[in-house]
């Protein structure tokens, strides 16, 4: 068995120093190298949606459970967060702060919710650190919408999901206003709960992940129709995270995060013709029960690729791991799986950020921001992604 694993690890090392050289100009003492470090943000239980105001080096975070903005000041360099500074949002320390996404109309601006205060607020992050975030716009949410949680500026309109079932009608409600006249909105009705909401960039057709139902809402802004799409129970349950992508990916992708028992390493697709398309992870211990909440583009020149995030939010059978997925070239089936587990197991991760060079996860439970940093390589050319998907390098290693 020792036997083993010292033979398995001269051929990684072996074939690690072999991918370095043939790839890269770099000497041969340099290692390659992909390390996690965790970052301490203010004690509180839910650290929760974070963005990088665009063009900066301020990244945004919400904690919820007291309703503080943390701003986070990264390296201009290496991108490791530096330095914060945090600020109470709304009319107290329950107003719920929860989304944040930055403004593409109204640039260096960003949009904020607060679920308890049933608002929407575009903010001026300020130019420093410490300086003071100033509301430049408010939008209330009107009766019977009751909750914002995440929101998203498409086009000319900011589009919240609302979390909490209206004290009028006891229904939970999607709400859409222009940016520049909100007294021009809509409320769709939903199922229970909209959580992530993404225009599809051939159709223009927004979809919408409903959580508790496990279903997704397809809305049609033109029309006002929209239609339920139901997730198979064969598959997975819990929509949660969705992305809009373009080029080789074109179309919104979506993640099922599972229930008590667990997930099942399914994530999905739709583009232009409509139809939800599965996909599932292969690795037979940390894909299988996998309940990925959230997900990101991972594209490089070197092809399509997705960033999905295990969490163990819903269930301790399924790993916290951030997972990086590529496929096969007719985007049929995933060909390779890179697995970074979180170095705190348990502390139900929650969102993925890649920045230009590094990736950030947010970690709801223990109130920590974890980054992942490569040397000498990059993600996706991880050696073991390789050993997990080649079934020759097995082989070889006896
Ligand atoms: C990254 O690799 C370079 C070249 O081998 C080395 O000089 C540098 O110290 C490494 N950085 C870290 C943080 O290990
Ligand atoms: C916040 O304000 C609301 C409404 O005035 C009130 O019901 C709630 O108790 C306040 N919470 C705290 C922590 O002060
Ligand atoms: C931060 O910005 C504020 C307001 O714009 C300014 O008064 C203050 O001097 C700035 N601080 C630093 C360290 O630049
Ligand atoms: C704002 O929207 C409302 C509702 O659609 C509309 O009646 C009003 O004319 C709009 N105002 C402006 C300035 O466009
Ligand atoms: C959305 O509705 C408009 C107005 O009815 C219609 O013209 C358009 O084709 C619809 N879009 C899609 C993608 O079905
Ligand atoms: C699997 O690994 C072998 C040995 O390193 C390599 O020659 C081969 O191209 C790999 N196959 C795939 C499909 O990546």
Same mark, same amino acid.
């Given at each position: 068995?020792? @036997? ?7 051929? %990684? ?6 991918? %370095? ?26 650290? $929760? ?34 330095? @914060? ?25 960003? &949009? ?36 914002? $949680? ?9 589009? /919240? ?10 229904? @939970? ?79 919104? &992708? ?17 583009? /232009? ?9 292969? $690795? ?22 997705? &960033? ?41 991760? $929650? ?48």
């Amino acid at each position: 068995m020792l @036997y083993h694993v010292f033979k398995s690890l001269v051929v %990684a090392l072996a074939f690690g120093a072999a991918t %370095a050289s043939a790839k890269n100009p770099v000497s041969s003492n340099a290692l390659v190298s992909r390390r996690l470090t965790e970052y301490l943000m203010p004690v509180t239980t839910e650290t $929760h949606e974070f963005a990088r105001v665009p063009n900066t080096n301020f990244v945004l975070l919400t904690q919820m459970s007291d309703s503080e903005l943390i701003k986070i000041e990264l390296d201009p360099t290496t991108e490791e967060p530096i330095a @914060y500074h945090s600020f109470p949002m709304g009319r107290n320390s329950s107003s719920m702060l929860h989304g944040v996404w930055p403004s593409s109309k109204y640039p260096g601006l960003m &949009w904020l919710s607060l679920q308890a205060d049933n608002k929407l607020l575009l903010v001026d992050p300020g130019k420093n650190l410490s300086s003071v975030p100033k509301i430049k716009k408010t939008i209330d949410i009107p009766k019977p919408g009751n909750g914002p $949680h995440c929101l998203f500026e498409i086009g000319n309109r900011v589009w /919240a999901g609302l979390k909490v079932a209206s004290k009028q009608t006891g229904q @939970y409600y999607v709400f859409s206003a222009d940016i520049h006249n909100s007294t021009d909105y809509t409320l769709y009705q939903s199922l229970k709960s909209p959580v992530f909401i993404k225009e599809e960039p051939t159709t223009g057709l927004i979809y919408v992940t409903q959580d508790s139902d496990s279903s997704i809402m397809r809305i049609n802004a033109t029309s006002g129709e929209t239609k339920q799409m139901p997730i198979p129970p064969s598959v997975g349950n819990n929509a949660v995270g969705m992305i809009s992508a373009s080029g080789p990916l074109s179309g919104v &992708w979506f993640t099922l995060a599972g229930s008590a028992t667990g997930g099942t390493g399914t994530f999905g697709h739709i583009g /232009a013709d409509g139809k939800m398309k599965f996909f599932s992870l292969q $690795h037979e211990i940390l894909g299988a029960n996998a309940g990925l909440l959230h997900i990101a583009d991972a594209s490089t020149a070197a092809g399509p690729a997705l &960033w999905l995030l295990s969490t163990s939010l819903l269930s301790n059978n399924s790993p916290d791991a951030l997972i990086r997925v590529t496929f096969d070239s007719s985007l049929s089936s995933v060909a390779g799986e890179e697995y970074i587990s979180m170095q705190t197991q348990n502390a139900k991760v $929650h969102r993925v950020l890649p920045l230009d060079s590094t990736v950030l996860v947010s970690e709801l439970n223990t109130f920590t921001l974890a980054q992942l940093k490569y040397n000498n390589t990059v993600a996706g050319r991880w050696l073991p992604a390789e050993l997990a998907s080649n079934t020759t390098v097995y082989t070889e290693a006896g």
